[in-house]
């Protein structure tokens, strides 16, 4: 722990310990109830909401002096929001921070899960914005709360339906609606589709935030998480059509990137870590060495 | 003989509650029976209650004394207590009631709503439809008319449609309200036929009649129910 | 046989106002049972505590089962409760906007009662939603549009497909074509009277019209000042109505 890189007059990862211990109770109860909404009473923190102020508190209240912390955005560990929410630990907590899944004992995460099979040792706290997943249906949240106390959900159902009567398949791409251990509906916050598979029987345990919404909830390691589907309508992730650009690799999840005006493009690593890696192993995409290295910025 | 509906000192008055309560006296203690086979003509000057006392005995109008007792097979039942359920059952399986003014059915054309009335009272569809055709045939409503609904016929032709409806099912006791008021002689002799079939099949019949040939031709008996009044009174 | 609905000394007063008092009823399955009054009369509350949408103060309310045997529903806890509303029963809304998802298609709201209970074949789900769209006199072709583009009686038509297509045995309604066009309204219910005789329906239908009630219903029960002070055959109480209420009710409608 570097004391000196630690800002003074903050309490540890800046919420107080009686704090930190509410949200702890909260996320045992999450725990211990598999996909179901806990209540607690977030804190304001010294960023917007939007910003990940529910994951923020979630990884405040698990890290400890010893954790090594990373924060991807998107995939990314290097835009803004992941840079400052790392800077914001890094003063407050003095953890170590690190861009290497492999590295870390605590992700924080907006909208991806890591190529990187996660580890039992390992936490994923994921930034919810709507943490409910009926909402967009049923707007009253005592009618919401009702219906996943009794298991009601044929209105999850009624929104697939109504995608695949609108657009001929079902067209919810992210924060696709997922049974967690064949009970509670959850909305696995705005990942892509393609990362669902993911969350089912993962090794590392997973907890998700929702600041302004003053929710937690979580899937224990080796839960069973089902996407909802139709038996004609099977749930499906994303494929690609080609490998990465850059690292060649297949069955991961490619972000598209605009190269010119000109209608130029390529498809590379939404996880830019994993990227990396795989470079650094020597896997060699068509593109690389053609456009300059993080082309995402172009 | 087995009387198929008994009436015993049947009496009705209405009261008016928008007069003041004003109490008007329908019929008081009417007492007869009716046998199958047989055609009872309600006689009595016009105001008598004759068509209150068919109304009542269908469970139209509310019985306020004696006993209104409709064979059900081996039993009897008292209209004038029976619950609403049973007495609409009674109406579907047991009892016909022909007016001269049909109800309007929206939509529904008029071949329809003459093998409806069958089905509901229990015939198979394909035989009520047979029987609605030979029953608007024979009361010369034009084919051309079958499909469309009555509402948009002539007074006369909704009434032979009404007149299909009521005697098209095979119910055994049946009560007719002036079924052939306004009908030409034509008309009004295919509907003596027909009263002559139901008699001959069994089906008791209590009728109102306002021409007095027909009454003729198709009474067994005439019953004036304003002597029982006097009977009481004396 | 005993009833399906069996409503006991229902009772329900909001402060000094009383809704509802020492209402008692049956209900056999195929029978429809018309309630009718002026507004304020508390016919209303009375379909809310017999649809348990409303708990009574004193009361009961018995519902047999498909199983056969008879409950109290004041007594269902609320998963079952629901099971019974969403299977067993149906509710048409005098305001469609109530009774529909506006935002939902058609055929998505035709089909959430089937999704519900557990329906998970999407084809399958849709060709029951065309069938029950024809049924109901909507061209099928409709089936992907949302009900805001349809008219008033299209809209009660979809609520009543809505609720029909888990073949239900108890229909309420309240008031379902109040508001519409006299032409639509003969439309309609042409069309429930059809499938409440079809299906052997049991309904309960809340209706200031008369004319609704003699159209529609077997019995009839006239509530006034939350009392149901007159009650029987519809034919009798509308032609031959004995209370001094009911008499003026009757004679102040043109040809009811």
């Known amino acids: 722990?570097?004391?000196?890189?630690?800002?003074?007059?903050?309490?540890?990862?800046?919420?107080?310990?009686?704090?930190?211990?509410?949200?702890?109770?909260?996320?045992?109860?999450?725990?211990?109830?598999?996909?179901?909404?806990?209540?607690?009473?977030?804190?304001?923190?010294?960023?917007?909401?939007?910003?990940?102020?529910?994951?923020?508190?979630?990884?405040?209240?698990?890290?400890?002096?010893?954790?090594?912390?990373?924060?991807?955005?998107?995939?990314?560990?290097?835009?803004?929001?992941?840079?400052?929410?790392?800077?914001?630990?890094?003063?407050?907590?003095?953890?170590?921070?690190?861009?290497?899944?492999?590295?870390?004992?605590v992700i924080q995460t907006r909208h991806r899960v890591p190529e990187e099979k996660l580890r039992a040792d390992q936490i994923l706290v994921y930034q919810v914005p709507i943490p409910e997943p009926l909402r967009f249906l049923e707007p009253r949240e005592t009618e919401t709360r009702q219906l996943h106390?009794?298991?009601?959900?044929?209105?999850?159902?009624?929104?697939?339906?109504?995608?695949?009567?609108?657009?001929?398949?079902?067209?919810t791409t992210y924060a696709y609606p997922v049974e967690v251990a064949g009970r509670y509906v959850m909305d696995p916050s705005p990942v892509p589709k393609f990362d669902n598979p993911k969350i089912g029987d993962c090794a590392a345990l997973q907890l998700y935030g929702a600041g302004r919404e003053k929710r937690i909830?979580?899937?224990?390691?080796?839960?069973?998480?089902?996407?909802?589907?139709?038996?004609?309508?099977?749930?499906?992730?994303?494929?690609?059509?080609?490998?990465?650009?850059?690292?060649?690799?297949?069955?991961?999840?490619?972000?598209?990137?605009?190269?010119?005006?000109?209608?130029?493009?390529?498809?590379?690593?939404?996880?830019?870590?994993?990227?990396?890696?795989?470079?650094?192993?020597?896997?060699?995409?068509k593109m690389l060495g053609k456009v300059p290295l993080g082309g995402e910025a172009a | 003989?087995?009387?198929?509906?008994?009436?015993?000192?049947?009496?009705?008055?209405?009261?008016?509650?928008?007069?003041?309560?004003?109490?008007?006296?329908?019929?008081?203690?009417?007492?007869?029976?009716?046998?199958?086979?047989?055609?009872?003509?309600?006689?009595?000057?016009?105001?008598?209650?004759?068509?209150?006392?068919?109304?009542?005995?269908?469970?139209?109008?509310?019985?306020?004394?004696?006993?209104?007792?409709?064979?059900?097979?081996?039993?009897?039942?008292?209209?004038?207590?029976?619950?609403?359920?049973?007495?609409?059952?009674?109406?579907?399986?047991?009892m016909g009631y022909v007016s001269q003014f049909l109800?309007?059915?929206?939509?529904?054309?008029?071949?329809?709503?003459?093998?409806?009335?069958?089905?509901?009272?229990?015939?198979?569809?394909?035989?009520?439809?047979?029987?609605?055709?030979?029953?608007?045939?024979?009361?010369?409503?034009?084919?051309?008319?079958?499909?469309?609904?009555?509402?948009?016929?002539?007074?006369?032709?909704?009434?032979?449609?009404?007149?299909?409806?009521g005697f098209i099912a095979d119910l055994p006791v049946l009560l007719l309200d002036e079924p052939t008021a306004s009908l030409d002689a034509k008309n009004r002799a295919v509907v003596i036929d027909l009263i002559e079939q139901k008699k001959a099949q069994g089906t008791a019949i209590i009728g109102i009649f306002h021409d007095d040939d027909v009454r003729e031709r198709v009474a067994s008996r005439v019953i004036d129910i304003t002597r029982f009044k006097a009977t009481a009174a004396a | 046989m005993s009833p399906l609905l069996c409503a006991r000394g229902l009772s329900k007063s909001y402060g000094p106002r009383v809704a509802c008092s020492g209402v008692s009823l049956d209900l056999h399955e195929g029978e429809v049972l018309a309630v009718v009054g002026e507004s304020g009369s508390g016919?209303?509350?009375?379909?809310?505590?017999?649809?348990?949408?409303?708990?009574?103060?004193?009361?009961?309310?018995?519902?047999?089962?498909?199983?056969?045997?008879?409950?109290?529903?004041?007594?269902?806890?609320?998963?079952?409760?629901?099971?019974?509303?969403?299977?067993?029963?149906?509710?048409?809304?005098?305001?469609?906007?109530?009774?529909?998802?506006?935002?939902?298609?058609?055929?998505?709201?035709?089909?959430?009662?089937?999704?519900?209970?557990?329906?998970?074949?999407?084809?399958?789900?849709?060709?029951?939603?065309?069938?029950?769209?024809?049924?109901?006199?909507?061209?099928?072709?409709?089936?992907?549009?949302?009900?805001?583009?349809?008219?008033?009686g299209m809209r009660q038509r979809l609520q009543i497909a809505r609720n029909l297509v888990t073949h239900p045995r108890l229909v309420f309604m309240d008031e379902p074509t109040s508001g519409l066009d006299v032409s639509v309204q003969a439309r309609l219910l042409d069309l429930i009277r059809g499938l409440v005789s079809e299906l052997g329906l049991a309904v309960i239908i809340v209706t200031h019209d008369l004319a609704v009630a003699r159209l529609l219903s077997h019995r009839i029960m006239v509530m006034k000042g939350g009392r149901a002070i007159e009650a029987g055959l519809t034919d009798q109480v509308l032609d031959d109505p004995r209370e001094p209420y009911t008499q003026l009710l009757v004679s102040s409608v043109l040809a009811a």
């Open chain 1, 217 to 285: 909830y979580a899937v224990p390691p080796h839960t069973k998480v089902k996407s909802l589907d139709f038996e004609d309508h099977p749930f499906r992730v994303q494929t690609f059509r080609e490998p990465c650009a850059l690292c060649a690799a297949e069955d991961v999840y490619l972000d598209e990137v605009v190269l010119d005006d000109r209608g130029g493009r390529m498809f590379v690593c939404s996880d830019t870590d994993y990227c990396e890696q795989r470079r650094t192993d020597g896997h060699r995409g």
């Open chain 1, 149 to 171: 106390a009794l298991a009601e959900y044929g209105l999850m159902h009624v929104k697939l339906y109504e995608d695949i009567a609108r657009h001929g398949r079902i067209a």
């Open chain 3, 43 to 152: 016919k209303s509350t009375l379909l809310g505590l017999l649809a348990t949408e409303i708990a009574p103060d004193a009361g009961q309310v018995n519902y047999r089962f498909r199983d056969g045997t008879a409950r109290d529903l004041h007594t269902l806890s609320e998963a079952e409760r629901r099971l019974l509303m969403r299977t067993d029963w149906g509710f048409i809304r005098q305001d469609a906007m109530q009774g529909l998802r506006m935002p939902v298609s058609a055929g998505g709201n035709v089909g959430e009662r089937l999704m519900a209970v557990g329906h998970r074949h999407y084809g399958n789900i849709r060709e029951t939603a065309e069938d029950w769209l024809s049924r109901v006199e909507i061209d099928p072709g409709r089936i992907d549009d949302t009900p805001k583009t349809f008219s008033g």
């Open chain 2, 103 to 165: 109800r309007v059915i929206p939509r529904v054309g008029a071949l329809d709503v003459v093998a409806n009335a069958g089905r509901e009272s229990g015939l198979d569809a394909d035989i009520a439809k047979e029987r609605a055709r030979e029953l608007l045939a024979a009361l010369n409503v034009p084919e051309r008319m079958w499909n469309l609904p009555p509402a948009t016929f002539s007074g006369g032709e909704q009434q032979r449609v009404n007149i299909a409806r």
């Open chain 1, 1 to 105: 722990m570097n004391e000196t890189a630690t800002a003074s007059g903050y309490n540890f990862a800046y919420l107080d310990e009686q704090t930190k211990r509410m949200i702890r109770r909260a996320i045992l109860k999450a725990i211990a109830i598999p996909g179901y909404q806990v209540p607690f009473a977030s804190r304001e923190m010294p960023m917007p909401y939007g910003w990940g102020t529910g994951g923020v508190q979630v990884t405040a209240a698990v890290l400890g002096p010893d954790d090594t912390l990373k924060v991807i955005d998107q995939g990314s560990d290097d835009t803004t929001n992941a840079v400052s929410i790392r800077k914001f630990f890094e003063r407050t907590a003095g953890v170590k921070t690190t861009t290497k899944t492999t590295d870390a004992s």
């Open chain 2, 1 to 94: 003989m087995t009387a198929r509906v008994k009436l015993e000192q049947v009496s009705k008055a209405f009261t008016l509650h928008l007069r003041g309560g004003m109490q008007l006296d329908v019929v008081q203690d009417v007492t007869f029976d009716v046998d199958a086979h047989e055609c009872v003509v309600l006689g009595g000057p016009s105001g008598a209650g004759k068509s209150s006392l068919l109304k009542i005995i269908y469970g139209n109008y509310r019985c306020d004394a004696g006993h209104v007792l409709v064979r059900d097979g081996d039993a009897f039942t008292d209209i004038a207590e029976a619950e609403p359920r049973v007495v609409l059952s009674l109406r579907n399986r047991v």
